[in-house]
């Protein structure tokens, strides 16, 4: 059975659950994107056509359930972040129960920005003033890791970060650039209209940007990605009939 928390789930994202494999549980949590919680998803366009409509986002229930924990975020962010916590400990423990169970060991590996991007290093849980990084990622307990479009936040490199991209509006695509030249090792995510584009970028000598590019639906587990690289993702849900820019049509 996979872990079911008020805030943090596993074995809700067929992606993930491809990827965890024998070595790894991954925990997830999904809001309902808005301004707020994804400030950079307008500009980049993703909020609709990736966040709300990907894999199971589409369905109703899913979508009401994503908006109680975000309307949940917003009037009492308290509360919130000590269900997150609390959720967090759980979680551990059941990788704990797992492991003795399978015989073997499972780490647990947790993606706080399913479908949001706050930045979780500024948001503490008010009983232990300190935050989920500070509590569980800092004290190698539980691997956090994240996409995200808000640029400013791979300059700090609080716990990995795979940045995401998107060519629909030239101030943002540029200031993805920008962080690209300027931050060692950073891995960019871009999100293919096809696979064949995914795989011909995969094959290319010169390289997307430059960078080589390795396919990111193979595993969610980002932090073991190889540093430098382009993220590879194939365009899911609405996306693939998006024309905004924000899915990236490989043509060379």
Avoid at 10 to 28: A, L, Q, R, V, Y
Avoid at 126 to 141: A, Q
């Amino acid at each position: 059975m996979p872990f079911r928390g008020n805030l943090v789930s596993s074995g809700s994202n067929s992606k993930i659950i491809k990827g965890d494999g024998p070595d790894w549980e991954t925990g997830i949590t999904h809001l309902m994107p808005d301004d707020e919680l994804c400030p950079w998803s307008k500009r980049a366009k993703c909020q609709d056509p990736c966040l709300v409509s990907a894999g199971r986002g589409k369905f109703n229930t899913v979508q009401k359930a994503r908006q109680r924990k975000s309307d949940l975020y917003h009037s009492d962010r308290d509360l919130f972040m000590e269900l997150m916590y609390t959720d967090l400990i759980k979680f551990e423990a059941y990788c704990l129960r797992k492991s003795d169970k399978e015989g073997n060991e499972i780490k647990p590996a947790y993606r706080p920005n399913g479908t949001s991007d706050i930045p979780w290093e500024r948001v503490k849980v008010p009983s232990k003033n300190k935050t989920i990084i500070e509590l569980f990622h800092d004290t190698n307990r539980i691997k956090l890791y994240d996409y995200t479009k808000t640029v400013n936040r791979v300059y700090k490199d609080p716990y990995p970060l795979t940045l995401s991209w998107s060519g629909a509006d030239k101030f943002y695509e540029d200031k993805v650039m920008e962080a690209v030249d300027r931050v060692p090792n950073l891995n960019l995510a871009i999100v293919f209209r096809t696979r064949e584009m995914l795989e011909k970028a995969m094959k290319s000598n010169s390289g997307l940007f430059g960078r080589s590019t390795i396919d990111g639906d193979k595993s969610d587990l980002r932090f073991l990605d190889p540093v430098g690289v382009n993220v590879g993702l194939v365009a899911k849900g609405k996306a693939k009939t998006d024309t905004s820019g924000f899915v990236y049509d490989y043509t060379h």
